[in-house]
């Protein structure tokens, strides 16, 4: 990559190098985007419906009682800001790295606040219970979304939550009952740092070999095997 061109960088875009170096390197390089299916409605549909309810409560200057005793701090109260950085074409939060020309950028749910310190938030639905470690899944956003409320002059405590709904029951009516389970997540502004370097080194470089394990590069290589 030409060190003229700023690398825009997404905590979404971060997660594809992490998932398959090969395919990054293409989509940033080439424009050769992944295949891409149909994308259900509902998750970003429940996605709206919670940040309403959300800042519902915060009007009040409360927690939804989901979550009281579940989470520390209290709601980011500037709905204006949080409207801001809730979409990814408005945001202000950013982390610029000038020697690598690379700018991390990206939108955030919801934001705590904990004696001066922002906590960053991330909703999460899912169709059944969480049984595996999310961090496995989540780090390196989460990671991102602390390095940018940093770098954007708000100091962070380190930490994050993810607040996970899944449906339990449908009601008369047609009232779905969800679980709402909040999970404390430690995070580290230096990791993320560090794979932005890595990315700025890999694009730099020539492409990748294959992946054995990614199915899109397995994909490519089993339609010329038939």
């Given amino acids: 990559m030409s060190k003229e061109k700023v690398l825009k960088l997404s905590p979404s875009t971060l ?27 509902l998750p970003g549909g429940i996605d709206s419906v ?24 209290k709601l980011f109260s500037d709905i204006s800001i949080l409207e801001k950085w809730r979409n990814w074409r408005t945001t202000d939060l950013r982390y610029e790295d000038k020697s690598l020309n690379a700018i991390l ?6 934001c705590l606040i904990e004696n001066g310190s922002y906590i960053p938030v991330d909703y999460k639905t899912r169709g059944y ?15 991102c979304y602390s390095l940018m409320l940093n770098s954007s002059g ?6 994050a939550f993810l607040i996970y709904y899944w449906p339990v029951k449908v009601k008369e009516g ?17 990791s993320a740092k560090k794979i932005i370097k890595d990315v700025a080194e890999l694009l730099s ?3 990748p070999k294959q992946d054995s394990g990614c199915e899109y590069c397995n994909l490519v290589t089993d339609r010329k095997n038939e």
Avoid: M
């Avoid at 998932?19 to 259900?40: V, Y």
């Avoid at 950028?105 to 919801?110: H, V």
């Avoid at 047609?174 to 230096?190: L, M, R, W």
């Fill in 50 to 73: 919670i940040k309403v309810y959300f800042d519902e409560y915060r009007l009040k200057n409360e927690l939804p009682p989901e979550i009281k005793g579940k989470v520390i701090g």
């Fill in 129 to 143: 219970e969480l049984k595996e470690d999310p961090r496995q899944y989540y780090q390196t956003q989460l990671d």
């Fill in 15 to 41: 997660n594809l190098f992490l998932e398959c170096p090969r395919c990054f390197w293409l989509d940033k390089n080439r424009n050769i985007k992944r295949p891409r299916g149909i994308f259900p409605s």
């Fill in 205 to 207: 470089a020539p492409i």
């Fill in 154 to 159: 708000y100091k962070t405590k380190n930490i």
């Fill in 105 to 110: 950028s990206g939108a955030l749910d919801d």
């Fill in 174 to 190: 047609g009232i779905i009952e969800f679980h709402v389970e909040p999970i404390k997540i430690e995070t580290n502004i230096e």
